[in-house]
């Protein structure tokens, strides 16, 4: 059980290029986050999704576009990368009908736009 | 104002000392409210929720004052092994959106 995964760790991109980040739980769980965080802003959500086939945006989601084709999936996408995305980006899951809210969280991505 | 409110902190305290964070909401609408802890350059965890007759496990003590709109975290008997940062949050929706402070710095010193 490796619970939430989330693929690259690091990436350096140059402004303008795109990428996908992937994330993965084995834990089928319908409910499925992508936040970013930075120093002095603390946690904030980009997309989420409630289940498998919808996303919703969040807080802050000019910039990026999503996808939850399969229920153990999140993609986050990045059409055109500029320098204001260099964030760590976490991805999180729970269940839908967990009482406490708890979101595991994958590892991360450190991202450097230049 | 800030939807959830912490003082950043840094906290220092020696081992053995007894710390206490507190953190304030503004939606009176909140329905359920927690601690995380997120060590260095690693993902936030779930350490406690928080409860209206308030809990406890082990160390840690959890508080709610639905009326004063604040929860707070009390550690006894600090290890070095608590020195993380502790993110207050709160969710107001079903769709299990959460709201995140900031978070509260610790660094408990030898």
């Known amino acids: 059980n490796a619970g939430v995964t989330q693929t690259p760790k690091f990436r350096v991109l140059k402004t303008g290029q795109s990428m996908t980040l992937l994330c993965a739980q084995d834990?089928?769980?319908?409910?499925m986050y992508w936040y970013r965080q930075d120093p002095g802003m603390g946690l904030r959500l980009i997309h989420y999704?409630?289940?498998?086939?919808?996303?919703a945006k969040g807080e802050v989601p000019d910039g990026y576009n999503v996808s939850r084709l399969k229920k153990q999936n999140f993609l986050l996408g990045l059409e055109s990368a500029a320098p204001s995305q260099t964030s760590v980006y976490f991805c999180?899951?729970?269940?839908?009908?967990?009482?406490?809210?708890?979101?595991?969280f994958g590892p991360g991505t450190r991202l450097t736009v230049l | 104002r800030k939807e959830v409110e912490q003082d950043p902190g840094p906290f220092n305290v020696p081992e053995g000392a007894t710390v206490a964070f507190n953190c304030t909401y503004s939606?009176?609408?909140?329905?359920?409210f927690f601690w995380y802890r997120q060590d260095c350059r690693k993902e936030p965890k779930l350490l406690m929720s928080v409860y209206s007759s308030g809990n406890e496990d082990g160390r840690f003590t959890a508080q709610l004052n639905r009326a004063s709109q604040y929860i707070s975290l009390l550690i006894r008997d600090s290890k070095l092994s608590d020195s993380a940062t502790y993110l207050c949050v709160v969710n107001i929706g079903n769709n299990r959106k959460l709201i995140w402070g900031l978070g509260t710095s610790l660094a408990v010193n030898p």
């Open positions: 999180a899951s729970t269940e839908r009908t967990s009482g406490n809210n708890e979101q595991f």
């Open positions: 999704s409630v289940g498998e086939g919808t996303t």
């Open positions: 939606n009176s609408a909140s329905q359920s």
């Open positions: 834990m089928n769980h319908e409910y």
